[in-house]
Each structure stands twice: as C-alpha cells, then as structure tokens.
C-alpha cells in the first residue's frame, strides 16, 4: 500500500511540476474557461437575471470543455517521447499510475472551478446561499470528471485519434455528472427549489464508481 | 539469466518474432544484429516484459514472462534504452533523472552527488543539471535518457541503437558505460547495426533474420 500512495503521489506531483512549468493551465486553459463564460453572456443577451438562473449550467458546461483540455494535455504528456513506455517498464501498478494522473487533472480542475466560480460571481451576479453543498459539488464532481477523463484519456490514446475521438467518447459519458452537478448549483446558489444533496448523493456514487473502475480498467488499457 | 524457447511475439497481427531460441549466460555480453525488421527491437521489448509472448517460453532473470503479474515484476530489475528517451520536456535534467529514477523503484531519493555522477559518466556538463529538457540537443537528450539507467543500476542492460544521434565522444561513452556494467557484474544486450563499432564489446554476435535467430557465433 505504501508503494502503490508513494508511486500514485509521484506521478501527481510530476504532473503538477510539469503544469506549473508550461503554464498551459494558468495562460490557456483559464483564460479558456473565462472566455466561454463571458461568450455565453453575449449568446444569451448580457440580462443577469437570466444570466443567473442559467449560471449553474453554464459553469460546468465550461468545466467540461476544461476538463478536455486537461486530460488531453495530460494523456499527451506521456505520449510525446515515449514516457508511457518508460512508466509500464518501472514495473508500477498500473491503478497507482491511474490515480496518479487522476489526481494532478482532480487539482487543476479544482483550479478552474475556483476561478469560474469568481466568474459566474462577477459576470453573472451569482450568490452563494449554501457554501457547503457548492464545495462538496466542486470537490465530488471534479473527482468524477478527473477519474473519468484519465481513464478515457488512455482509452482514446490507444486507438490512436485521441485529439478528436476524446470529446466524443467522454462528454456523453460526463451527462450524469452535469446533470447532478447542475441541479446541486441549483441548490446552492438560490435558483430553485430542488434538494441539492440528494443530487451530491449521485456525484458521490458517480465519483466512487470512477475511481475504483478506473483503478481496476487502466491496467488493461496501458498494457499493449 | 535469460533463456528464450521458441518464443514467438507478435506486432499487431503480424508475427515480429517466429521462434526463438536463445541463452544468455549472467554477466555476458551480446550483439544483436540484423536488418530492419528482423525482430531485434522486439526481442530487446520482449526481454523487458512489454510484450507477452505468443507462443514458447521466455525466462529472464528467473521470471516466468508468460504471465502478467511475472512481467510486471521483471520491469524493476531490466534497463530498457529504447527509440525515444522517455524523457519529459518541461522537467529539468536532474528532475527527470531523479523521476525515473525513484519511478523504478529506488526506495530513497536518488542523492545529488548520484545523478551528477551518472551524468558526468555520460559526458554531460553539471550546468546542464538545471536545464529544462526542450533545452538539449538530440544527443544530449540520448545521454540524459542513458543516466536514467545508470542511477537505477538494473541487472540487465537492454540498449537498442545506443550510438544512435551521439557524436564521436558520445559513442566512446557509451561503450565504456557498456563495458563499465559488465565489470560491474550486469548483464548486457546490444542491438546495434555499427558491427565494426560493437565487435569490440564482445565476441558474441547473435544475428537476427525473419524474425528467427539466423546466426549465433556462440552456438
């Protein structure tokens, strides 16, 4: 078990130095997800009260577009020179190695929910009337969408055309997360009058069923 | 040490290896030669546990490598230099180093005195230690990739093409490493089309056709 934490953790923080160095996140991916908020202002009229009923939709609409960019970043990262060769010849469990990843997309998605968050507060006037419930969504969700994204991150790979074959195998996959996420924002900022937490109760069982399929799925997947 | 019977590996569908037999005594040294398409990286890949065989046994280093969980285990034990460096280009020399290093299953950070140590075998500079890996030329990225496997000090030293994209000096490096890890007590095997150049590192040329041991001047 010390093993399997010790090479997951390595992964993970080579990931994060890896994204801390190239900034794709901080000067691309960010500004990204600003920029779709801002563009679904003008698509639907620049009227806050619709901006505001909308705004849950609209936030993880713009976390998923995120996320793409991020697993792909992160499935390229070992593609580029050979890396993943490198990984399956250490002779490291293939679940660390899946957890590993899912944990450095689960910190930069974190990242960008932070800062849509601020968004949605500025541009649209959003208020937090349930901070627990929007951070147990955030965390919940991001956890789904990172295990998901990984594991069909390395999915996409193997066949080869990953760049446009990734959105069309994962957001699909993703509906029930947007969905529940959606509805628990509903929640949390006021929109309307639906339990929030009985919508987290299906993230939760989302994002255990992510993790431990993924865990067992990415062996098979990285393996040729 | 390693002992192939019949082995058979496939590339896809098509068979890259269609029976080998091979031994290789600890602490040799073999040559491996052929045209392209000959199986050689497959044999090295094979050897190394990232392929499982099709058909016949593979034995290295006392693993059974017909099973998953056996070429799992064998991975910590073998050094594979293969075509590309498996190197990330955002981390620094001495970052990558370290990584895989600590990846491979080195219990305890690799000292800074071991990586420097590791890349001044392979001729490189301590001011590239810094340096980001987008930085260095071709060669220098081959050596960096070449210290990876030095810091980890596996038993079995798989090289494919280790000249390949090194200057004069760079060749002369790897040759002494070569011969550094056979003094060391490892097992080494080369693949390599520089005939005349790898001779010299031992007499045992294992020359590879169609997929099948064409010549073994052992044998």
Not at chain 1, 170 to 193: E, K, Q, S
Not at chain 2, 50 to 59: F, K, Y
Request: charge should be neutral; glycine fraction near 10%; include cysteine.
């Amino acid at each position: 078990m010390n093993r399997f934490l010790a090479d997951a953790r390595l992964v993970a923080a080579k990931d994060l130095r890896i994204e801390a160095r190239s900034r794709v996140v901080l000067n691309q991916v960010a500004p990204f997800a600003l920029l779709v908020l801002v563009l679904f202002g003008f698509a639907l009229d620049a009227d806050q009260r619709t901006l505001r009923a909308f705004a849950p939709g609209l936030f993880w609409v713009a976390v998923l577009l995120c996320a793409l960019l991020a697993v792909q970043r992160s499935v390229s990262v070992e593609q580029a020179d050979g890396a993943l060769t490198g990984l399956r010849l250490s002779g490291m469990s293939p679940a660390a190695l899946f957890v590993g990843k899912a944990a450095a997309v689960f910190v930069q998605l974190v990242v960008l929910e932070v800062l849509l968050t601020a968004g949605i507060i500025v541009l649209y006037g959003s208020e937090i009337e349930q901070p627990l419930l929007l951070v147990a969504t955030g965390v919940l969700a991001a956890v789904a969408v990172a295990c998901t994204g990984t594991l069909y991150g390395a999915l996409a790979s193997g066949l080869g055309v990953r760049e446009t074959l990734l959105p069309i195998l994962l957001l699909p996959v993703l509906a029930p997360v947007l969905i529940g996420a959606t509805r628990a924002f509903d929640d949390a900022l006021g929109n309307a009058a639906v339990d929030g937490w009985a919508w987290l109760g299906l993230l939760a069982v989302f994002a255990v069923v992510a993790t431990a399929g993924g865990a067992l799925a990415h062996g098979a997947l990285v393996e040729e | 040490m390693v002992e192939l019977n019949a082995a058979v590996a496939l590339l896809g569908r098509f068979p890259a290896l269609t029976g080998v037999d091979l031994r290789i005594e600890p602490g040799e040294t073999v040559l491996l030669q052929g045209p392209n398409g000959a199986g050689k990286t497959t044999l090295l890949r094979l050897c190394a546990g990232l392929l499982a065989p099709e058909s016949g046994s593979v034995t290295v280093l006392g693993h059974d490598l017909t099973t998953g969980p056996e070429r799992r285990a064998v991975r910590r034990r073998v050094g594979l230099l293969g075509h590309s460096t498996g190197l990330y280009e955002d981390l620094t020399v001495a970052e990558n180093v370290r990584f895989w290093a600590r990846v491979a299953g080195l219990d305890a950070e690799p000292s800074v005195e071991r990586v420097v140590g590791a890349l001044q075998r392979l001729g490189l500079d301590d001011g590239l230690l810094d340096l980001p890996v987008h930085r260095l030329s071709a060669g220098q990225r081959r050596r960096t990739s070449l210290a990876a496997l030095v810091v980890r000090r596996p038993e079995l030293w798989l090289l494919d093409e280790p000249h390949a994209g090194l200057d004069q000096a760079g060749r002369n490096v790897v040759d002494t490493l070569i011969g550094d890890a056979v003094a060391a007590g490892g097992t080494v095997v080369v693949s390599s089309h520089e005939l005349e150049r790898v001779r010299s590192l031992s007499p045992r040329v294992v020359t590879l056709a169609g997929g099948t041991v064409h010549r073994d001047t052992n044998a």
